[in-house]
């Protein structure tokens, strides 16, 4: 699997051909969420907390996702926070 939202100069077709998928960063997010959610929430979580210059609110976080495509990982996050 290669992880790029720069698939305009991949090859994809021909990536696939041999076995490789090509997805953007986030559909991979998303598909981290939905294997794993309570890791992915702890891990979203732990960086949170490890952000400090500049600090990274969940609010910021889930925007971040949204705007980079991991809209299910946002909406999950969102449900998980309340």
């Known amino acids: 699997m290669i992880v790029s939202d720069n698939t305009k100069h991949l090859a994809v077709a021909d990536s696939r051909k041999l076995g490789i998928e090509v997805i953007k960063a ?3 997010l998303d ?21 400090k210059k500049p600090p990274y609110t969940l609010t910021e976080m ?21």
């Open 26 to 28: 986030g559909a991979f």
């Open 62 to 82: 889930i925007a971040a996702l949204r705007l980079h495509g991991a809209k299910a990982m946002a909406d999950g996050l969102m449900t998980v926070a309340g």
């Open 31 to 51: 598909r981290l969420f939905d294997a794993a959610p309570d890791r992915t929430c702890q891990a979203i979580a732990k960086s949170l907390s490890d952000l």
